[in-house]
């Protein structure tokens, strides 16, 4: 097994099992909140995540309702929702949250089309199948601030890679492409395609490993072409782990924060201003809590919206399958 | 017989194409550490250092607390590797072998906590941090890496729970095994390659991490690798491209290593031997 083998372990049951919760075939079951002796087992993973995930997060909801500021003297003021109306006449934070929109369909859309080509011809009987499934991961493995100075230096106008091929090629001297008000958003998008199709390859490949070969045999001998075979009986099988991952890429490039930092830090004139971008300059550099806090409200509200019509597609889908 | 040949042939070309895709830009980071200033200013760069030279990696060194970071990125990323899977183990077991509440609740934090932004956590987290004093110090960013990398282990641990089939561990107690000798005995074995996988994959995610650690960590000598590799870029964008590039190349070694590791690591195949038999 590959290292690609455990992460599609992994992604096959989060697939399969997680939404619908503790469906573990477990020996002993039962329907007590916790017995005894599972709740100290429990215990030290459930203190940290209530003290330092479940509390910061609601602890985050309410500063968004304050005037809370950093290094303040006077004590924090409930504003009600002065933030959010605030946030309403903000011109520059919608246009930085269309930003984040275009950025993160961008990338999502390439990044799934990329991968599954890439997850299709890894699973076909290929010679030098380890080498691009090794490779492949590499952008998985590097921390992000790499990818994005590595990216920086292919970009780069003078000693850069992409414009030097541009002038061998003939096609002219090439472009400042991360300082170019029209190329900057583009460019960006190219490195989060590139940074995150592992992850992508990965977990469509174990779907496809986990179509039945059988029926693919079967459909060939009734004479069906590839597409055909592709449509009737990958897709089906493969479904469930293409919109699960196609979402959750959708929330991490919305999310997502170092890539753009490094390679642009927003700009250039806040072409490529993500909203975490946005609300990190807002809350580190001019100390606003309170605001800051409101704009992550109204991201995790937009990705609940859309995170449940997914939801509502993945149930349909189930219907037909 | 033609047309399959043709469409490997095909097959072919879209894998060359996206290996060129995948494995450029890393070529182009190594090629540019290894070249000497005066290659790296002129116009017409090469794939190939002409001069090849190990300087830029010296004032990489130089330039910035390198080592220092190292350590604190070291000491971060095992911090919390190891703490991460000590008390996420257990938690799994729970939540792949009981179906509680309390299971279902936490299946349920592991999925919403992928969709909230970091901005929403990481303000009342740096408050708190602050209150405790933990503010620019590797410990408190270990809690903090330790919390985030809870999700994903959870995730992973439970699937190899639920692969350790329920009837090695009935066995056992139908031979007269306790419950907490069965744990230890039978399934604490078959669990052990993917608590390893799990840690590694805890170590890359926290040595890789970079919001966090810009927001928690002030002082250079408390900085990790990925927050120090951004002072080589100056304000202006500008950068000493050969050590920029030679420190970057550095930072990604250790991911790129135990990335290997972990290959090797579930070569064994225990867990998929237990379960076929």
Same mark, same amino acid.
């Given at each position: 097994?590959?290292?690609?083998?455990?992460?599609?372990?992994?992604?096959?049951?989060?697939?399969? +099992?997680? =939404?619908?919760?503790?469906?573990?075939?477990?020996?002993?079951?039962? !329907?007590?909140?916790?017995?005894?002796?599972?709740?100290?087992?429990?215990?030290?993973?459930?203190?940290?995540?209530?003290?330092?995930?479940?509390?910061?997060?609601?602890?985050?909801?309410?500063?968004?309702?304050?005037?809370?500021?950093?290094?303040?003297?006077?004590?924090?003021?409930?504003?009600?929702?002065?933030?959010?109306?605030?946030?309403?006449?903000?011109?520059?934070?919608?246009?930085?949250?269309?930003?984040?929109?275009?950025?993160?369909?961008?990338?999502?859309? =390439?990044?799934?089309?990329?991968?599954?080509?890439?997850?299709?011809?890894?699973? %076909? #009987?290929?010679?030098?199948?380890?080498?691009?499934?090794?490779?492949?991961?590499?952008?998985?493995?590097?921390?992000?601030?790499?990818?994005?100075?590595?990216?920086?230096?292919?970009? #780069?106008? !003078?000693?850069?890679?992409?414009? %030097?091929?541009?002038? !061998?090629?003939?096609?002219?001297?090439?472009?400042?492409?991360?300082?170019?008000?029209?190329?900057?958003?583009?460019?960006?998008?190219?490195?989060?395609?590139?940074?995150?199709?592992?992850?992508?390859?990965?977990?469509?490949?174990?779907?496809?490993?986990?179509?039945?070969?059988?029926?693919?045999?079967?459909?060939?001998?009734?004479?069906? +072409?590839?597409?055909?075979?592709?449509?009737?009986?990958?897709? =089906?099988?493969?479904? =469930?782990?293409?919109?699960?991952?196609?979402?959750?890429?959708?929330?991490?490039?919305?999310?997502?924060?170092?890539?753009?930092?490094?390679?642009?830090?927003?700009?250039?004139?806040?072409?490529?201003?993500?909203?975490?971008?946005?609300?990190?300059? %807002?809350?580190?550099?001019?100390?606003?809590?309170?605001?800051?806090?409101?704009?992550?409200?109204?991201?995790?509200?937009?990705?609940?919206?859309?995170?449940?019509?997914?939801?509502?597609?993945?149930?349909?889908?189930?219907? !037909?399958? | 017989?033609? *047309?399959?040949?043709?469409?490997? $042939?095909?097959?072919?070309?879209?894998?060359?194409?996206?290996?060129?895709?995948?494995?450029?830009?890393?070529?182009?980071?190594?090629?540019?550490?290894?070249?000497?200033?005066?290659?790296?200013?002129?116009?017409?760069?090469?794939?190939?250092?002409?001069?090849?030279?190990?300087?830029?990696?010296?004032?990489?060194?130089?330039?910035?607390?390198?080592?220092?970071a190292?350590?604190n990125s070291?000491?971060a990323?095992?911090?919390?590797?190891?703490?991460?899977?000590?008390?996420?183990?257990?938690?799994?077991?729970?939540?792949?072998?009981?179906?509680?509440?309390?299971?279902?609740?936490?299946?349920?934090?592991?999925?919403?906590?992928?969709?909230?932004?970091?901005?929403?956590?990481?303000?009342?987290?740096?408050?708190?941090?602050?209150?405790?004093?933990?503010?620019?110090?590797?410990?408190?960013l270990?809690?903090?890496?330790?919390?985030?990398?809870?999700?994903?282990?959870?995730?992973?641990?439970?699937?190899?729970?639920?692969?350790?089939?329920?009837?090695?561990?009935?066995?056992?107690?139908?031979?007269?095994?306790?419950?907490?000798?069965?744990?230890?005995?039978? *399934?604490?074995?078959?669990?052990?390659?993917?608590?390893?996988?799990?840690?590694?994959?805890?170590?890359?995610?926290?040595w890789?991490e970079?919001?966090?650690a810009?927001?928690?960590l002030?002082?250079?000598?408390?900085q990790t690798i990925p927050v120090v590799?951004?002072?080589?870029?100056?304000?202006?964008?500008?950068?000493?491209?050969?050590?920029? $590039?030679?420190?970057?190349?550095?930072? *990604?070694?250790?991911?790129?290593?135990?990335?290997?590791?972990?290959?090797?690591?579930?070569?064994?195949?225990?867990?998929?031997?237990?379960?076929?038999?």
């Amino acid at each position: 097994m590959t290292s690609a083998t455990v992460r599609k372990r992994s992604v096959k049951r989060s697939a399969r +099992g997680a =939404p619908g919760g503790g469906r573990g075939g477990g020996g002993g079951a039962r !329907d007590r909140l916790v017995d005894h002796g599972a709740w100290f087992l429990v215990l030290p993973a459930l203190i940290p995540i209530l003290v330092l995930s479940v509390g910061p997060l609601l602890y985050g909801i309410a500063l968004a309702f304050t005037d809370s500021q950093s290094g303040r003297t006077e004590p924090t003021q409930w504003i009600g929702t002065l933030n959010f109306q605030d946030l309403l006449h903000d011109t520059l934070f919608w246009d930085s949250f269309r930003i984040g929109l275009l950025w993160a369909v961008g990338v999502t859309v =390439p990044q799934f089309l990329l991968a599954l080509g890439l997850a299709l011809l890894l699973n %076909e #009987n290929l010679r030098f199948r380890w080498l691009a499934r090794s490779l492949a991961i590499i952008p998985w493995a590097m921390p992000e601030v790499v990818v994005g100075i590595m990216w920086r230096l292919v970009y #780069n106008p !003078d000693a850069g890679i992409l414009n %030097e091929t541009i002038r !061998d090629l003939g096609l002219g001297d090439g472009r400042d492409w991360l300082s170019g008000l029209a190329t900057a958003l583009p460019a960006v998008i190219v490195v989060g395609v590139w940074a995150g199709m592992p992850q992508t390859t990965v977990a469509l490949l174990a779907g496809l490993q986990n179509t039945p070969r059988e029926l693919h045999e079967a459909a060939a001998m009734d004479g069906a +072409g590839a597409w055909r075979r592709f449509r009737t009986v990958t897709w =089906p099988a493969l479904k =469930p782990v293409a919109l699960a991952i196609t979402a959750l890429n959708f929330i991490w490039n919305f999310n997502s924060f170092a890539l753009v930092y490094v390679l642009t830090s927003g700009g250039p004139g806040g072409r490529t201003r993500l909203p975490m971008l946005f609300a990190y300059e %807002e809350a580190f550099r001019y100390g606003q809590f309170g605001y800051a806090a409101a704009m992550g409200c109204v991201m995790v509200a937009v990705i609940s919206v859309i995170l449940a019509l997914h939801l509502v597609g993945r149930l349909r889908g189930g219907e !037909d399958a | 017989m033609r *047309t399959r040949k043709s469409a490997r $042939a095909g097959q072919y070309l879209a894998l060359l194409g996206y290996l060129v895709f995948l494995a450029f830009p890393f070529l182009w980071l190594i090629s540019t550490a290894f070249k000497p200033p005066r290659e790296l200013g002129s116009l017409h760069p090469t794939w190939i250092p002409k001069d090849p030279t190990l300087a830029n990696f010296r004032q990489a060194f130089d330039e910035q607390p390198l080592l220092d970071a190292a350590l604190n990125s070291l000491t971060a990323a095992v911090g919390a590797a190891v703490i991460a899977v000590l008390i996420a183990t257990p938690m799994a077991y729970v939540m792949a072998r009981h179906r509680t509440r309390l299971a279902r609740a936490a299946t349920g934090w592991v999925v919403v906590s992928q969709a909230f932004p970091f901005v929403l956590v990481i303000i009342p987290l740096f408050l708190v941090l602050k209150n405790l004093r933990l503010i620019n110090s590797v410990p408190g960013l270990i809690m903090v890496y330790v919390v985030w990398a809870l999700p994903f282990a959870l995730w992973m641990l439970v699937g190899y729970v639920r692969a350790v089939p329920t009837e090695l561990e009935e066995a056992a107690a139908v031979d007269g095994a306790g419950r907490l000798r069965t744990l230890v005995s039978i *399934t604490a074995p078959l669990l052990a390659p993917g608590i390893v996988a799990t840690a590694l994959f805890a170590f890359i995610s926290a040595w890789n991490e970079f919001f966090f650690a810009l927001v928690l960590l002030k002082t250079p000598e408390k900085q990790t690798i990925p927050v120090v590799l951004t002072h080589f870029i100056g304000a202006e964008g500008a950068a000493d491209l050969g050590p920029l $590039a030679a420190a970057a190349f550095l930072a *990604t070694l250790p991911s790129l290593v135990v990335f290997a590791v972990i290959q090797k690591r579930i070569t064994g195949g225990m867990l998929a031997g237990a379960v076929k038999s």
